[in-house]
């Protein structure tokens, strides 16, 4: 899915899909990098008793999550977008959210809902 809110939130989109995978790689990646942590304490805590718990590693992490909204949203200054992620049951089926403006790059990656 995809959601615009304005003409001049087309610069945003070109630059998103110039190298559309390479893009959704890095952003991938940053989640992994800023969520890993919080991601495994959640599998940590969903383990019965007795299994031995494996931690996941960033590339684990970034194999369970898949693209699903792109929100681009013209706002102070313009560039900025949201990129929606399933979580791939890393927070239980909650979603995942990278946001980031293409003049500065990524900014913060969180676990919703």
């Known amino acids: ?14 630059f998103i899909f110039d190298d559309f995978e390479g893009f959704i790689q890095k952003a991938s ?14 599998q940590y805590d969903d383990c019965e008793e007795g299994t031995e718990f494996v931690p996941m590693t960033e590339e684990d992490f970034v ?8 929100a681009i949203e013209d706002v102070e200054g313009g560039g900025g977008y949201s990129l929606w992620f399933n979580d791939g049951d890393i927070f239980w089926g909650h979603s995942i959210a990278v946001n980031g403006n293409i003049k500065t790059g990524f900014s913060d990656a969180g676990m919703h809902g």
Do not use: F, P, V
């Open 1 to 14: 899915m995809l959601s615009l809110y304005g003409e001049e939130d087309i610069s945003t989109l070109a």
């Open 29 to 42: 990646q940053y989640a992994a990098e800023e969520l890993l942590e919080l991601g495994n304490q959640w």
């Open 63 to 70: 194999k369970r999550i898949c693209l699903n909204h792109i």
